[in-house]
């Protein structure tokens, strides 16, 4: 047996941080004195600090259809999925299998453990049946153990359990009699099972089990970072994916609240229809039953209300909550404002000429769909340097123009996550002359998220007019804090330039749950939970006055 191997700390997971410095801010002392909410963190007699063991039989994982002395060996449907969470799920999870297993089997689940950081157990069977060894037995004494197979072993469920080993039986054609084991259909429900288990034996309400829904390569960013234990987080939280394969009403049942993204489930947006949620836009057939849902029962946690985050859908509606940042102004400080823009259907010359004119808008500008997200060509944009560049333009209509503003190559990207303002600096787009001088005489073409044109070294060197301390943080702060309480989102991001000449602190974009990848995870990880925690007991407040 090879000893056990338990998952590295989430903080080895973290991506190395590349190209931005990073600063952080919070609340000033007298802003802490205001806050009435402080976060919640689970005392030691909930008995978090018992570990929790999964072990996961090779039944449970392999492809029943395949396998042999000589057959190809593989995973059953859902398994890699099943793996890959586990892998950052907190707990300390190992694979087991008998001995007697063909070697080329034995290899196949070492490889399959080791891949995910698991540990790899052979068990002897030297009377046909499984036995529990030390190690197993050591672990049922200071942890709270699981063990989840997919075929039915009388003797063995019995052993298990007179060590205090749960056992959940899955997928068995058979089942079992046994009234300790947890027998369920699917694979896919294991996770959702082992959360309540896990909550049930940790005992206090205080725990929170967390259902969130977003597509597989936002939630493996997050998942890779230790945003999503199994284990409770240190205030409470427990976090279960939602499926779409199955029923959502059982599921949403065990589930304290909702984190979702919902723009990952968006079908179609009709851009010639105002978008007023859920006016003008198709969602797959999932997020559309938590839509139902949350309007069957309001007052359901859920992070965030669709009518909160559904005008961060529309550039236009963006463009008119950022105009009134204009409220903030204060004397002798940066002026804090929207870009200028106007609206158009069309790219025909005339026309076009006569609204910029009406607008006092000047080239060079940056043209944008007015759909902002949840389609594929919503961050198609483009760089016109003059009228007739709009002939052919390939940016979806209707779209928004913008000014192009000047801002030395450097963009701060800020995160509000509860009641946490963090911020990284990145290199941007180069000012304007420098990029009308490599385009050609044609509209500079690109997609904000795959082919933005950073500025070269050599730009960088040729614009160095900004740095950090050309952004005043007590201004962009109470952009974010205005911004919070008119969005009523918990987490968000925006974008700042700062415009080279004036010094006018520009916001140019507004976004949902983003990824914050430039926070670091010692402080990322712990705001995301307190804001989510602060959001449901904040919630939970206003039902029951």
């Known amino acids: 047996m090879r000893p056990w191997a338990p998952p590295r700390p989430a903080d080895t997971w973290a991506p190395p941080l590349k190209n931005f410095s990073f600063l952080v801010s919070g609340p000033n002392p007298q802003r802490r004195a205001e806050q009435k909410s402080e976060p919640v963190y689970l005392t030691a007699a909930m008995a978090v600090e018992r570990p929790v063991r999964l072990v996961l039989d090779a039944s449970l994982l392999l492809d029943p259809f395949e396998g042999g002395v000589s057959g190809e060996v593989a995973l059953r449907p859902g398994a890699e999925a099943l793996l890959r969470r586990l892998r950052y799920s907190n707990l300390d999870v190992a694979i087991c299998g008998p001995e007697e297993m063909p070697t080329n089997v034995s290899d196949f689940l070492e490889k399959t453990a080791n891949v995910h950081s698991f540990g790899y157990i052979l068990l002897p069977d030297p009377s046909g049946h499984l036995l529990l060894d030390e190690s197993m037995l050591e672990w049922s004494r200071s942890s709270s153990c699981f063990y989840a197979t997919s075929r039915v072993d009388e003797d063995l469920f019995s052993e298990l359990q007179s060590h205090k080993w749960r056992v959940i039986a899955v997928d068995n054609e058979r089942g079992t ?70 029923p959502l009403a059982s599921q ?202 950073v500025a070269t070294k050599e730009q960088l060197l040729q614009n160095r007019v900004q740095d950090n301390k050309s952004l005043d943080i007590d201004v962009v702060e109470e952009a974010a804090k205005f911004l919070k309480e008119s969005l009523g989102l918990t987490i968000f991001g925006f974008d700042v330039v700062v415009q080279e000449g004036s010094g006018d602190h520009v916001i140019v974009d507004l976004n949902y749950l983003p990824s914050f990848k430039e926070v670091p995870d010692s402080e990322a990880m712990p705001a995301f939970w307190d804001a989510i925690r602060q959001s449901y007991e904040s919630k939970k407040g206003k039902g029951q006055t």
């Open 252 to 453: 949403l049942n065990e589930v304290d609240m909702i984190l979702h993204k919902m723009t990952d489930e968006i079908v179609n947006i009709d851009p010639n229809c105002s978008i007023s949620f859920p006016k003008g836009i198709s969602f797959s057939a999932g997020m559309s039953e938590i839509i139902r849902f949350m309007e069957e029962y309001p007052d359901f946690c859920i992070i965030d209300p669709f009518k909160n985050i559904s005008p961060l859908l529309d550039r236009l509606q963006i463009q008119e909550i950022l105009v009134r940042l204009q409220e903030l102004g204060t004397e002798g400080r940066p002026k804090l404002r929207a870009p200028h823009s106007l609206k158009v259907k069309n790219f025909h010359g005339s026309e076009l000429q006569k609204q910029l004119a009406e607008t006092n808008l000047s080239f060079p500008l940056i043209v944008k769909p007015q759909v902002a997200c949840g389609v594929a060509d919503a961050h198609n944009m483009a760089l016109v340097f003059q009228v007739e560049e709009f002939s052919n333009l390939s940016v979806p209509l209707p779209a928004i123009l913008q000014e192009y503003i000047d801002h030395g190559s450097k963009i701060f990207k800020f995160y509000v996550i509860g009641d946490k303002v963090f911020h990284a600096v990145k290199n941007s787009m180069p000012n304007a002359s420098l990029l009308k001088s490599s385009s050609g005489d044609e509209p500079l073409t690109f997609n904000s998220l795959k082919t933005l044109p």
């Open 177 to 246: 009699e046994d009234s300790g084991v947890v027998n369920i259909s699917k694979l896919e429900e294991l996770l959702l099972t082992l959360a309540t288990l896990i909550k049930k034996e940790i005992a206090s309400s205080s725990v929170l089990m967390v259902g969130y829904a977003m597509k597989q390569s936002r939630e493996q960013d997050f998942a890779k970072r230790g945003a999503f234990p199994l284990y409770p987080s240190k205030n409470g939280l427990i976090f279960v994916p939602l499926s779409f394969e199955l």
